[in-house]
């Protein structure tokens, strides 16, 4: 697609249960995003995703926070025993590196989880 | 750490005016900076993007200026309209090795009819 998508668009989910929110990046671009977004809050840094680099986890809120980028394309953010506090938007974003330097950030339409 | 601070956290102006909002970071040594929308209950949406080493960008009636080494950006908004209400959230993108975006909290701009 022409833009960044992500899945599904809505989850609600009982406290205690895992969840997994997709996020399909831009073709051809190598940095991915997460990023979370609480109620009247600011963005907060998750995790990102540059090309083959280990990962910069340094967001994450606990262990029990995990994303994973396969083929360097699509990625996956799991939440395990989700509890009522992890209720927010998540939102993904991707750019590239072009010859020009670094382009703009592209968002997806985030992910809106409610845990009850 | 990088830390991005916006003022105003909210404006109400009348249309027609024009408008200034400032974003300001602690670490100078930034990569570029990004200016983003946000409508209620929707993804964000990109203004601009100013490189390091560019001064300003213009598209249309907004213009984004940026004063790297004293750590500051102004977007200003032209002639406001009721569309233009939104969150305005500007993002650095840090130097070095690590090109992690870091958000302001935004300003919540509604332009009265």
């Known amino acids: 697609g022409a833009g960044v998508s992500q899945s599904p668009s809505n989850k609600v989910t009982e406290k205690g249960k895992d969840v997994e929110l997709r996020c399909d990046p831009i073709s051809g671009h190598t940095a991915l995003y997460w990023y979370r977004q609480s109620l009247g809050q600011g963005l907060e840094f998750l995790i990102y995703f540059q090309g083959n680099s280990a990962p910069d986890k340094s967001g994450l809120p606990s262990d029990r926070f995990s994303a994973e980028r396969t083929g360097g394309s699509v990625s996956t953010l799991t939440i395990q025993r989700t509890q009522q506090e992890d209720s927010a938007v998540y939102l993904c974003a991707s750019s590239s590196l072009t010859s020009g330097g670094w382009a703009s950030a592209f968002f997806g339409q985030g992910t809106r989880l409610t845990v009850v | 750490k990088q830390e991005v601070t916006q003022i105003p956290a909210a404006l109400s102006v009348p249309e027609g005016e024009n408008l200034v909002l400032n974003c300001s970071f602690t670490?100078?040594?930034?990569?570029?900076l990004q200016w983003f929308r946000q409508d209620p209950g929707k993804g964000l949406t990109s203004l601009l993007l100013i490189q390091s080493s560019q001064r300003e960008q213009t598209s249309g009636r907004l213009n984004a200026s940026l004063d790297k080494s004293s750590g500051r950006s102004t977007l200003y908004i032209a002639a406001s309209q009721p569309g233009d209400s939104a969150t305005y959230l500007c993002?650095?993108?840090?130097?070095?090795?690590?090109?992690?975006?870091?958000f302001g909290k935004g300003t919540l701009l509604t332009v009265n009819p």
């Open positions: 993002a650095v993108r840090d130097g070095g090795s690590n090109y992690k975006l870091t």
């Open positions: 670490d100078s040594a930034i990569y570029n």
